[in-house]
């Protein structure tokens, strides 16, 4: 049978590729200021609970804002599909720049009081939940078909870069100017976000060959938006192995990791030559596709990656010595990388653009609501039992999402849509 070639748009006039792409660089460079600002703000946001309170307030602070960005994703998803992705960015992203300078003016008067940091963060973290279905709906109005693999992997990149710059960039402030400067160095990402949002082009859905919608309430578009997602061949078994993906790794990787750090007696530098070789690795398969726009049988290739990286992080809790597990950690950010990429790039492609704010909110609501749920799980696992037989565990439950993908024909057969001819690279 012949390989499933995924086409959501009409076909399109010859471009140019995304990373000559003007409209698509402005995209990506707000996007990144938005990213650095989000990093400088929770860098802010923890150094100014520490000096308002102890150790407990600060882990209230910081999970604050979990829970408005959890509860209301699947809504922000559904604004996004009802309005129009750039407005919601616009305004989203307007909203907590006046927030994060508001706080960083009545932090440079008074001392950071707990109450304040919590409901800035609740605050937050409900703007959140409609700036991430947003920013994800996007990128499928701004160029072709033939180029989302290679914003996909322009975007994950910009992510990683963001994770790096950001928190010495808040460090930096926090040291010349204490909490206040940092909320303030934050805040001026997000405005700078704002007039290179406002020049992005987008395209009309009529242009994908698609209508908009009929309106109805709000309840209404959320369950065509669910029943969609499961509905169809080859996002609904994407979303459901990231899911399980999601699920069965990130605890084990953010907080087994510090605790098999010290069962072994790694240390903290042996967390962070691990850490990094981890984000080395994912940061590398971004590049790959941002460079490449396309990698061969998509479907088969995002299983496979998908089954080493669940292989290693199985088995990094029994390497014997530090230098094994530093390689291991790049092979699985390797692995989940491209595995990731591709399951975005796929969904992206394949998704109507009229449902993708909502499919967006789904998947993140994976990674931002339900995946943190077994942060306290795997540290309760591995206090009882020790983290190589929960290591091992969470690997074999991540797997799972390997046999959804593989089960599916949709998934197997999967391919990214190929560079169309003329398009100047």
């Not at 402005?26 to 860098?43: H, M, N």
């Not at 040291?175 to 990402?189: I, M």
């Not at 009529?206 to 209508?211: P, S, T």
Request: glycine share 12%; net charge positive; charged share 10%.
């Amino acid at each position: 049978m012949a390989p499933l070639e995924i086409q959501t748009a009409l076909p399109q006039p010859a471009g140019i590729t995304a990373y000559r792409d003007g409209n698509v660089l402005r995209w990506l460079t707000a996007y990144t200021a938005s990213l650095v600002g989000d990093s400088v703000y929770f860098v802010a946001l923890a150094w100014s609970a520490q000096k308002a309170a102890g150790p407990t307030e600060v882990g209230l602070v910081m999970a604050a804002g979990a829970l408005p960005r959890a509860l209301l994703m699947l809504g922000g998803g559904v604004l996004a599909d009802r309005i129009d992705p750039r407005r919601v960015i616009l305004g989203s992203d307007a909203l907590r720049c006046l927030l994060i300078l508001s706080v960083a003016a009545v932090i440079a008067l008074s001392a950071p009081a707990l109450w304040i940091l919590v409901a800035v963060a609740l605050v937050f973290g409900a703007v959140d939940a409609l700036f991430v279905p947003a920013i994800g709906a996007l990128p499928a109005r701004i160029t072709s078909s033939d180029q989302l693999a290679r914003v996909t992997g322009m975007r994950s990149l910009s992510m990683r870069l963001s994770q790096i710059a950001g928190p010495p960039i808040g460090g930096l402030a926090m040291g010349l100017g204490g909490p206040a400067a940092a909320f303030t160095v934050a805040g001026l990402l997000f405005a700078l976000s704002l007039p290179l949002l406002l020049t992005i082009r987008m395209q009309p859905l009529a242009e994908h060959g698609r209508q908009q919608p009929e309106p109805g309430t709000a309840w209404k578009d959320l369950l065509d938006g669910l029943r969609y997602i499961h509905r169809h061949r080859l996002i609904g078994p994407l979303v459901a192995a990231g899911a399980i993906c999601e699920l069965g790794l990130t605890g084990t990787l953010n907080v087994g990791m510090v605790l098999l750090n010290a069962e072994r007696g790694w240390g903290p530098s042996g967390y962070g030559w691990i850490v990094s070789s981890f984000g080395a690795g994912a940061a590398v398969s971004a590049a790959l596709l941002a460079i490449t726009g396309w990698l061969p049988r998509a479907g088969l290739l995002l299983a496979g990656t998908l089954l080493v990286g669940c292989t290693g992080a199985a088995t990094i809790a029994l390497v014997p010595t530090l230098w094994i597990a530093v390689v291991l950690a790049a092979v699985i950010g390797l692995s989940a990388g491209v595995f990731g990429s591709l399951d975005n790039a796929l969904i992206q492609t394949a998704a109507d653009p009229a449902y993708l704010g909502r499919v967006t909110s789904v998947v993140m609501l994976t990674m931002v609501g339900l995946a943190p749920l077994s942060y306290p799980l795997v540290g309760a696992a591995i206090g009882a039992w020790g983290a190589a037989p929960v290591f091992v565990g969470c690997g074999i439950f991540a797997s799972l999402g390997v046999v959804i993908a593989l089960a599916s024909g949709a998934v197997r057969r999967a391919e990214l849509p190929r560079q169309r001819p003329g398009v100047s690279t």
